[in-house]
């Protein structure tokens, strides 16, 4: 009898300590995400998720934060994954390539961080929250790339060339509207990017393209549209 009332009241009672603690952290997780996966939320564009995230919640900028904030954990998430699986397997980049992308990641967070400074006005909140987004897509193309094996990935198209010399003529152009010492300032920490070598041609029209994106005005259109 003492053991039947034992469950019972083990049936009845609410969930406390760890186990509590647990069940609430996953239920709030699938709050954040509506319910969703994150394979689901990945099917859509960081927009079209952004978009369905504050029409359930609210539009204020608090909620984009919130929503893209969301979408970059599933986009972390998905790239460990990877990463993880691809070390398992002994088919992920080796201690010298995974070197030279760290010191690229440092270049390109350098060059974020003085690029957001330097435009007018400021970054906000929000633009913040959206290149912190974007520039998670180089990590999950680095490690991509060793599970597609694409090590030598063809010379761009003619069109794809053209599109890369516009990208940088752009920049070269937003760098110019910059106080002089801030444009060389600028310059020089862009550069740092590409000072490894090695980087596929495909990444640099990515890095152009986030490098104006964190540059140019939040009263004009975007230059390019979302990469994620």
């Given amino acids: ?57 609210d539009a204020t900028a608090l909620s984009t934060i919130q929503a893209i904030s969301v979408y970059g954990k599933c986009y972390d998430a ?24 760290a010191d690229f990641e440092r270049a390109l967070n350098d060059f974020t961080a003085k690029a957001l400074a330097a435009t007018e006005p400021p970054a906000d909140a929000q633009k913040k929250a959206y290149a912190a987004l974007y520039e998670k897509q180089f990590r999950y193309d680095f490690y991509r790339e060793y599970e597609q094996k694409n090590f030598n990935p063809p010379p761009l198209t003619p069109e ?35 000072a490894a070598g090695g980087v596929p041609d495909a990444t640099k029209v990515a890095v152009y393209r986030y490098a104006i994106f964190l540059l140019e005005s939040p009263t004009e259109a975007p230059y390019s549209p979302p990469p994620l």
């Fill in 1 to 57: 009898m003492k053991l039947i009332r034992s469950i019972a009241l083990a049936l009845i009672l609410p969930l406390s300590g760890p186990a509590f603690a647990a069940a609430a952290q996953k239920q709030a997780t699938s709050a954040d995400r509506l319910g969703l996966t994150c394979a689901q939320i990945l099917q859509m564009t960081s927009d079209g998720w952004v978009k369905k995230f504050i029409s359930v919640k």
């Fill in 78 to 101: 998905r790239t460990n994954r990877l990463a993880a699986s691809l070390g398992k397997s002994g088919k992920g980049p080796l201690m010298g390539a995974r070197g030279n992308f």
């Fill in 160 to 194: 794809e060339s053209d599109v890369f010399t516009k990208a940088k003529n752009h920049f070269g152009e937003l760098l110019g509207l910059l106080p002089e010492d801030e444009m060389h300032q600028l310059h020089r920490a862009f550069g740092e990017i590409f």
